[in-house]
């Protein structure tokens, strides 16, 4: 997998201060998508151990929130079995912090269901993920004033009570 940035203190994308990592690679290729570059798997640099132990390291610092992780796709089956590592190892090591993910996939009609994006990791990484942020940009549904999403189909799912509940719970603000 590649890596196009990693955000040592982000505000945008999730609750409070956080680390963002931006993967490579995404299939959807979204009209009107801002990060547009990260479509190309080849894009950025090579994600290895050095660059996960950077982000787990920057994850120390008391002032931040948690991990989130966008793209590009992380749901690509490919992205997903390398970011395994990772999130496990910040659940392990940080246990107060949390972990939101970003994906074009509809959490229930595609990561819980057969479909391109599920591989033998999904249901894994799934449960290591506290907040997803779901659904394609949709252009025509842009909306500026949503918090952390970019249109008003994406949904912000609170996912460990989802799975608990065999339904999708939206996370409460």
Same mark, same amino acid.
């Given at each position: ?45 090579? &994600? ?8 787990? !390291? ?34 392990? !090591? ?53 918090? &952390? ?25």
């Amino acid at each position: 997998m590649n890596y196009g940035e990693i955000k040592k203190t982000d505000i945008g994308n999730g609750e409070g201060v956080r680390v963002s990592l931006f993967v490579s690679g995404c299939t959807h290729h979204c009209q009107g998508c801002f990060n547009r570059e990260t479509w190309d798997f080849s894009y950025g640099k090579p &994600f290895t151990e050095e660059t996960q132990q950077e982000i787990v !390291r920057l994850l120390n610092a008391d002032y931040i929130s948690g991990l989130s992780i966008l793209g590009g796709e992380p749901f690509e089956p490919e992205n997903q079995r390398a970011l395994l590592p990772l999130l496990r190892q910040v659940k392990e !090591r940080y246990p107060g912090k949390n972990i939101w993910c970003y994906t074009g996939y509809l959490f229930d009609r595609e990561l819980l269901k057969e479909s391109r994006a599920r591989c033998e990791v999904t249901d894994e990484i799934l449960s290591l993920t506290d907040v997803l942020v779901d659904g394609e940009f949709i252009q025509e549904q842009r909306n500026i004033s949503l918090r &952390f999403r970019g249109s008003e189909n994406q949904r912000i799912i609170d996912v460990p009570k989802s799975l608990k509940e065999g339904r999708v719970c939206l996370k409460e603000e």
